[in-house]
């Protein structure tokens, strides 16, 4: 990922929307993948609709100002402060302007060391604040709101915090790192010296997905990337990323995104209103 901040400001598009991603902290490169803020400013739109795909990550977010909901037949509120975990479809929402937020995205197996929940309960889960004892500190709660109009006050408000200081994930970081390598969960396995079902227990506890879930999402990740960056044909974005074909790489995409390529890629060149969790795709390297 870029060491620069992104910035992205759309003065054509109403409503209006403002989304600065960075890297982690100081201390933090191990762990934290990068940190989201997002602004709306007030509009006579209703609402905005928004995606967040399919992801591998862990992630606490913080609403300051408006309303977000999310899109089903309950349409229920967000919480102000809550966790979520990997997810392996999309999730849509709809957000009320004015609209502040802070998304920090982490690796999941941090989740049992920062927060005392698993990785594996985590998948598809939204967790409120209010039943996780770290985040119930008022002056936990003030840090967090406060970053998220100021972002040079994340650091102190991970310090304020007081999550364990990360430690390298060894295990975790050579499993995600050789089974990219060799896109074979039985070779993997077997460089690691244990039984596919060992390494399968392994890095479901590290990551709350099976492998072969993981390494689905990662293809999809990888190929966000390539198209928020490269100017090449779909076809060629589809076979740089591991895909058999563009048709197979379009359905992915449907069930990652609810999206079809073409559309993802022409949200995020147009800063779009709603694709503000697909911006770090653009300063991926």
């Given amino acids: 990922m870029s060491s620069e901040l992104y910035s992205s400001n759309s003065m054509l598009s109403r409503p209006k929307e403002s ?15 990068c940190s989201i803020w997002r602004h709306i400013e ?7 609709p928004g995606t967040v795909p399919a992801n591998v990550y862990a992630c606490l977010n913080v609403i300051t100002n408006g309303d977000v909901k999310i899109c089903s037949a309950s349409g229920e509120s967000l919480p102000r402060i809550f966790l979520t975990g990997p997810f392996t479809a999309p999730v849509k929402t709809f957000a009320s302007t004015p609209l ?13 060391s920062w927060f005392d929940l698993d990785a594996g309960n ?11 004892p770290r985040l119930t500190d ?38 995600a790192n050789l089974l990219l390598e060799t896109q074979s ?10 039984s596919v079902r060992q390494f399968e227990r392994r890095f479901a506890r590290n990551f709350g997905l099976s492998p072969k879930e993981w390494l689905r999402v990662k293809r999809f990740e990888a190929s966000l990337v390539k198209l ?21 790489m379009t359905r992915d995409y449907r069930r990652a995104t609810g999206l079809t390529p073409r559309q993802t890629k022409d949200g995020m060149n147009k800063e779009t209103p709603g694709y503000w969790a697909f911006k770090p795709a653009k300063v991926m390297v």
């Fill in 19 to 33: 989304v600065t991603v960075s890297v982690a902290p100081s201390g933090f490169e191990s762990a934290i993948v």
């Fill in 42 to 48: 007030a509009c006579n739109a209703a609402v905005v």
């Fill in 100 to 112: 502040n937020s802070l998304s920090i995205v982490f690796q999941p197996w941090l989740l049992q």
């Fill in 122 to 132: 985590m998948v598809n889960a939204i967790i409120d604040a209010a039943y996780v």
């Fill in 138 to 175: 008022p002056a936990v709660v003030d840090a967090l709101r406060s970053a998220t109009f100021q972002p040079s006050l994340l650091e102190s408000a991970l310090a304020t915090l007081s999550v364990p200081h990360p430690n390298p994930g060894h295990e975790a970081n050579m499993m």
């Fill in 185 to 194: 969960i039985a070779e993997t396995a077997s460089r690691h010296g244990i």
């Fill in 228 to 248: 928020a960056n490269d100017k090449e044909s779909l076809a060629n974005v589809a076979a740089d990323a591991g895909y058999a074909d563009q048709s197979h």
